[in-house]
């Protein structure tokens, strides 16, 4: 991506999972008013960080909603790519974060610490890096020079930027976001300009 080039970073708006703290990986779970209405304001102020050329996002409808928010006062068609979906656990999707910690494999703790482990039927932090890592290059690598719009998921996008900046998927907890929330990564310094930015909430 060329010095004028600009790429935004979103999550999505709040989701029944996110209220009931369950993971919901690929499982497309629905939008809450409040989700809706986070993704309406974001769209509303979005100029306020960026003008998008090209607004991409994970097929599942919260995110898909969240940037068909952002892309609509652009006039900007949503593009999809299923490389962008949030972690998948498999057979754990839908189980709560509590339980997820107090299994007797504690597969919390070797979500977050073990690059290799994946739950039954699920993905390894590695595989979630590999294929979300691979669709952000080849979109920025399409869009030479554009203002990239990428709307995503809190732990995808955790391990994405973990990988960018630190070169460790494990410190992806470190890059928790809010719902809505904007960042910017420069790709070229491999830095933050930008991160987790909710303005468009507080008017």
């Known amino acids: 991506m060329s010095l004028n080039g600009r790429l935004g970073l979103v999550r999505h708006g709040q989701t029944y999972a996110n209220i009931e703290r369950v993971w919901h990986g690929h499982t497309d779970t629905e939008l809450t008013e409040i989700g809706y209405q986070q993704a309406r304001l974001l769209g509303e102020h979005f100029e306020n960080y960026m003008q998008p050329t090209v607004v991409y996002a994970s097929p599942l409808q919260r995110a898909r909603i969240t940037a068909e928010e952002i892309a609509k006062p652009f006039q900007l068609e949503v593009q999809l790519d299923a490389r962008l979906m949030e972690f998948n656990l498999g057979d754990w999707e839908d189980k709560t974060f509590e339980s997820l910690s107090a299994s007797g494999e504690n597969t919390m703790r070797k979500l977050v610490e073990d690059p290799e ?23 920025v690598a399409r869009h030479t020079g554009e203002h990239i719009v990428i709307v995503a998921h809190g ?40 991160f987790d930015k909710t303005d468009h909430l507080s008017d």
């Not at 039954?120 to 080849?138: H, L």
């Not at 070169?167 to 830095?191: A, G, M, P, V």
């Open 155 to 194: 732990v995808a996008l955790g391990i994405a930027l973990a990988h960018y900046l630190d070169n460790d998927t494990r410190r992806w907890i470190q890059y928790s976001k809010k719902n809505t929330s904007f960042s910017e990564l420069c790709l070229q310094t491999r830095s933050l300009l930008s």
């Open 117 to 139: 482990y994946a739950t039954p039927n699920g993905e390894s932090q590695r595989m979630v890096r590999d294929r979300f890592v691979a669709a952000v290059d080849e979109i």
